[in-house]
């Protein structure tokens, strides 16, 4: 179980939203929490992502890759 506050990536748990299907191919259901992504979008997770560090945050990450300066 995990609680409002926890932290997981960039995510941070707000709350608890309900059981819900993972996606429209998954037959069971699981705990879904409303995390805030550190870029301050929010999103909705299953349990199982967030645990298992699958979802760490918002998909945002990828547009903040770390870009070097071009400059020489
Ligand atoms: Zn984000």
């Known amino acids: 179980m995990i609680s409002a506050g926890e932290t997981f ?3 941070k748990v707000v709350e608890y939203v309900g059981q819900k299907k993972s996606s ?6 699981s705990s879904h929490y409303l995390c ?6 929010t999103i ?3 349990e199982p992502s967030l645990v298992y560090k699958i979802v760490k945050n ?13 400059s020489k």
Do not use: A, M, P, Y
């Open 9 to 11: 990536g960039d995510l």
């Open 24 to 29: 429209s191919i998954s037959k069971h259901e």
């Open 36 to 41: 805030e992504c550190d870029c301050g979008k």
């Open 44 to 46: 909705e997770v299953n």
């Open 58 to 70: 918002c998909g945002c990450s990828k547009f903040r890759k770390r870009t070097r300066s071009k």
